[in-house]
Structure formats: C-alpha cells, structure tokens
C-alpha cells in the first residue's frame, strides 16, 4: 500500500512539472523576436563552450570566445556518421553498441499515406470514424491530401513536422502553416551553397543547431528539407519563425531533360479519387508511375498519365514519356514511410 502510495505521488508531481513546462513553453511562442534571440544566443555560446571542452570532434572546430552563427562550419550527415564516436561527448556511448540496439526497436509512425488510405475507405463508406481531431507526421501533407482528410472526417488535420536531429513544428489553430520551435533549435533557410535565403523564397537545404542536445552536439547540421519561411505577422500571435510547407527533401528532386522536377509537382496524383497510393519512379528521362488503384477506377492510368504528362510539360519537360504500372500495394519502409519519389542513382 505505502509503495503504490508513493508511485502515485511520484505521477502526480511528474504531471505538475509536465504542465508547468508546458506553460513555460507556450509563453515562449509569442516572446517578442529580440527576448528570442537572446535566449538563442545565450544557448549558443554554452553549447559551443560545452561542444569544444567535451566533444573531440568538435574540440579543434569551434573558435573561443563570441560566437557568431555564421562563422561557424556547416556540418554534413556523411561526417556525423564517419565521426560519431568523437562527436559524442558521453564517452561512455559507442556507436556500434548504439546501432545494434536501433535495429532492435520496432517503431510505430503516423503518416499522411495512411491517413489518406483511411479517408478513402470513409468518404466509401466502408469507415464510420467519428473524430474529435486528428494529426499526421512524417511526410509531407499535400493540400489535396488535407483536403480530403477534412472532407472525411469532418476536422482539420494538424500537420506535425519533426526531424531526428531535434527540430520540431507544427500547425496553430490558424492552419497557416507549420511554427518551428525555436527556442529549442536555431534554423537556417539556405540554398545549395549554404547561404541565406530570403524570406517567402524555397531554400534547398535547411541547417539545424540543437540547443538542448549536449550528449550528440548537432552545430548547423544540414537537413535536406525543402522549405519556404513565411513573413510575418502571424494572426495566431506566434513569433515562432512559420514554414509555409515542407515540401520535401533536396535529394526528391529529379532532373529530366535539363528541368529540376519538384516533388509537389506531382500532387495531383494525390486529389484523383483512384488513387489508393503511387510511387514515381525515374528512370533515365522516362519516369515510371506505380500506382494502386480503387476497384472500379476504369481508363484510371490513362488519364493519370495525361494529367502528369500535362503538368510536367507546363514545368518544362519538353517530351514527358511515361509509362504507368498498376500494383495491388506498394511497398513501404520499416518505418511505415510510403516512398513517393525514387530519383536516378
């Protein structure tokens, strides 16, 4: 009696500590721009002190003394997976012994592809979901595939926008686009050669420096996001930096004849009724679209090819030559991640 007592006390002051860090950190999203940045500056400077005293990897990189942000080197993925050991500023942790126990773990995401499985199945009436909200993570929320969502289910879908390397965001209630948590991460929008984008401009790449982070220091690490920064202000009084979208990742982007093809260009896949899901896949200058299709879906590939020829030519492609495979699934990662784009090698 008095263990299982004082396990219920225990809950309950996690749960007080829960809810005042959680007001804390509502406060924070509508601090003024200049309280922000302080606060961000200040994170900084003890995280670069903190990376250079402990992190060899990072021992003979970081300069001593002010630091400026973008002064400082940009950090790439190969180099974190070549150096992890020395990254790593609890040298207790090794990365072989960090890899194994990853492969044991069986995780279970949220995804758009799902939900719009899910909205298929409703708006057919072979569901009778009765939602007081939903949410969906993992990949990018296409506005036909939002649109759908809603007209199933009746509520707004919030779109949750999370990296592993510690950068989160998500919707307001204004549906306006994603806030990023800044407070916890300082972002970068910047092209292919790491230079600042303007805002309402996509940048190719999205360089991410985790504040709260001290075991794997993560300085303007590069995440290849697609993204546009919206300007301000912002209805919901957020002074969080907004996204206008994720609209994928660099390496989605595929070249056929000379013209960069963006990933949302191939959105419209995504608003036709018959489709169940589709995966593209380049192959030279020929794109190859497999598609799972609903029952009844006749002159289905047809038309999709027309309508993919159409607006690959209005992005330029002179000569779109498509060819359609009909699938019953198609497959996805461990993760759950329906791969929408397998670019060229």
């Known amino acids: 009696m008095m263990a299982r007592l004082g396990y219920q006390r225990k809950r309950l002051r996690d749960l007080a500590t829960a809810l005042s860090a959680g007001r804390q950190l509502a406060e924070r999203e509508r601090w003024p721009r200049e309280r922000l940045e302080r606060h961000q500056r200040e994170r900084l400077e003890a995280l670069v002190r903190h990376a250079r005293e402990r992190s060899a990897f990072w021992a003979g990189r970081l300069p001593r003394g002010r630091v400026s942000l973008e002064q400082l080197p940009i950090m790439e993925k190969v180099e974190l997976m070549a150096s992890l050991d020395e990254l790593l500023t609890d040298h207790r942790l090794r990365s072989d012994e960090l890899f194994a126990h990853l492969e044991g773990i069986d995780r279970d995401e949220l995804y758009p592809s799902m939900a719009a499985l899910l909205a298929n199945e409703q708006l057919a009436g072979r569901l009778r979901l009765q939602l007081g909200g939903m949410s969906t993570s993992s990949e990018p929320l296409m506005p036909e595939v939002r649109e759908r969502l809603e007209r199933a289910f009746g509520v707004r879908p919030f779109n949750l926008y999370g990296t592993t390397e510690g950068l989160w965001g998500s919707d307001c209630e204004e549906r306006t686009g994603i806030h990023l948590f800044e407070d916890m991460c300082i972002v970068e929008n910047v092209d292919a050669e790491g230079r600042a984008v303007p805002v309402g401009e996509p940048g190719a790449r999205v360089l991410v420096t985790n504040l709260f982070n001290r075991i794997q220091p993560l300085i303007r690490f ?43 260009q191939f959105a419209p896949l995504s608003a036709d009724r018959a489709v169940r899901e589709f995966q593209v896949v ?22 999709l090819q027309a309508t993919l020829a159409e607006r690959l030519r209005e992005t330029g492609v002179a000569q779109p030559v498509i060819e359609i495979d009909v699938v019953e699934s198609l497959e996805r990662s461990a993760a759950g991640k329906l791969r929408l784009i397998v670019a060229d090698a």
Do not use: F, K, W
Request: contains cysteine; hydrophobic residues 35%; negative net charge.
């Open 222 to 264: 590069e995440v290849s996001d697609i993204v546009t920064v919206e300007p301000e202000p912002y209805a919901c009084g957020r002074t969080l930096m907004r996204l206008r979208d994720v609209e994928g990742r660099s390496e989605d982007v595929i070249e056929i004849g000379g013209v960069a093809v963006h990933p949302m």
């Open 282 to 303: 380049q192959e030279g200058e020929r794109l190859r679209l497999r598609v799972a299709l609903r029952a009844g879906a006749n002159g289905a590939p047809q038309r």
